[in-house]
């Protein structure tokens, strides 16, 4: 069983603290995978500066392979963020150079390679669309991460990316329980083999098609968190990686109660990582110029 984060990689700039952290969902979730017991891989964009010198160091050093990824010449993403009672809010984003912004093709040997891992994890700010059709054939179950946004919950971009997703993960804190039932629904009949919605305090669903499971959250003391970074990318390792060990494949779906297991070690691991700095700490010194100050 391994793991492969597909698409994007930044740098989450934390102006409170001055601090720059390695993050990127496909890079977290790659990250957090490792850290459970999988074997895990990155396979992205890094920019040439030093910002991608960094950020590609930290990811090899959590025990993530990185050998497969393309430099480009181009500045780095950054997103810029703060603290607010525990939860991390973001401030402005720098997407970075145009050569580093470039989705990347997967050619044939890119291919076979992501298709050598149990589990390909995407998301839709990775701009790898285009490449699902080819890895879904190829073999891998793909995970693809749908946000909070409405941009991407329009009929044609579900239309676009559910037929090729076997697991859809959906922010949907801002949303009640009928609604995201809804939409856990829609995107179900929209092509995707099971859809898992994280709802903050109140807990996360999931469905199949068949059936629908619950889970309540596991609740942190603000006073004793460190940040909220990762938290859902956390969720989503915790759940794929726990369905992974029960034999998860297209072949054979989830039973119920493996789904409700699944939930669980999600929420778990969402627990855990209120307690890290930023998605996955290894942070440095922000330069003074760019840091900013936040009273």
Excluded at 21 to 44: F, I, K, S
Excluded at 54 to 61: D, H, M, P, S
Excluded at 212 to 231: E, L
Aim: charged share 20%; aromatic share 8%; glycine share 12%.
């Amino acid at each position: 069983m391994n793991v492969l984060g597909f698409g994007d990689n930044t740098v989450d700039r934390f102006v409170d603290r001055g601090t720059d952290y390695p993050g990127g969902n496909c890079v977290n979730v790659a990250v957090y995978a490792r850290r459970l017991g999988l074997d895990a891989a990155y396979l992205g964009v890094f920019g040439d500066d030093d910002l991608g010198a960094f950020l590609r160091t930290a990811v090899a050093a959590q025990g993530v392979a990185v050998d497969h990824c393309p430099v480009r010449r181009g500045g780095t993403s950054v997103s810029t963020l703060q603290v607010r009672d525990g939860d991390r809010v973001f401030l402005a984003y720098d997407e970075g150079g145009e050569g580093v912004r470039e989705p990347l093709v997967l050619d044939p040997g890119l291919l076979a390679y992501a298709a050598s891992f149990s589990l390909v994890h995407s998301s839709v700010y990775s701009r790898t669309e285009a490449e699902l059709p080819r890895l879904a054939t190829a073999g891998p179950l793909i995970s693809f991460d749908f946000s909070d946004e409405e941009e991407f919950r329009t009929s044609a971009y579900l239309d676009r990316v559910c037929p090729h997703v076997d697991l859809a993960l959906l922010s949907c804190s801002h949303l009640d329980e009928s609604a995201t039932r809804g939409l856990l629904a829609e995107v179900v009949g929209r092509g995707a083999g099971t859809a898992l919605a994280t709802r903050g305090l109140e807990g996360a669903i999931a469905y199949d098609g068949r059936v629908t499971v619950t889970a309540p959250a596991r609740f942190a003391d603000p006073g004793s968190m460190s940040d909220t970074m990762g938290c859902g990318d956390a969720f989503l390792a915790g759940f794929v990686v726990a369905l992974l060990r029960e034999g998860w494949s297209r072949r054979a779906a989830p039973a119920p109660d493996t789904l409700e297991h699944a939930l669980r070690q999600g929420s778990r691991a969402a627990y855990h990582q209120c307690f890290v700095e930023a998605a996955f700490g290894h942070g440095r010194p922000a330069p003074a110029a760019k840091a900013g100050h936040v009273t």
